[in-house]
């Protein structure tokens, strides 16, 4: 498998690919983008397809800055929803133990009771 790297730019028709080493392509969408150079890639270099890996790089300006940091938050966020998700199982499993109705653990972790059954029911991640 072989890296290419491709520079997307806006123009008034959509996006001119810059793609190293290759040459240059447009794209009429940034969604197919990487598609299009794949295939100009392909029939530039006769690479095999499924040996081409296109590395997209959009060239947005200062927004583009913003939405990098924005993806870093989001995964951020989302790695700390899995563990909230985590405690919430082993705390549910812990309060049943220790004799809790589902009704008073729902109430303490601020769920439904068909949550805390979800809860308690799911299976243990390895290391718990």
């Known amino acids: 498998m ?4 491709t520079r997307a730019t806006r123009w008034a028709k959509g996006w001119e690919l810059h793609v190293d080493g290759v ?3 447009q794209s009429r969408t940034l969604a197919t983008a990487a ?3 794949r295939d100009y890639i392909v029939s530039q270099t006769g690479t095999a397809e499924s040996d081409v890996h296109v590395i ?10 913003r939405i ?7 995964r951020r966020a989302e790695a700390e929803q899995i563990k909230a998700g985590q405690e919430s199982r082993r ?11 589902i009704s008073d653990i729902a109430a303490v972790l601020d769920v439904s009771r068909g949550r805390v059954s979800q ?3 799911a299976k243990p ?3 718990q």
């Open 91 to 101: 705390i549910a499993r812990e309060l049943r133990q220790q004799g809790f109705s």
């Open 23 to 25: 040459g240059v392509t």
């Open 68 to 74: 990098a940091a924005m993806r870093r938050m989001r």
């Open 35 to 37: 598609d299009e150079a």
């Open 119 to 121: 809860l308690v029911a």
């Open 125 to 127: 991640e390895i290391g």
């Open 56 to 65: 997209l790089d959009s060239d947005l300006g200062e927004i583009g800055g």
């Open 2 to 5: 072989t890296d290419y790297k």
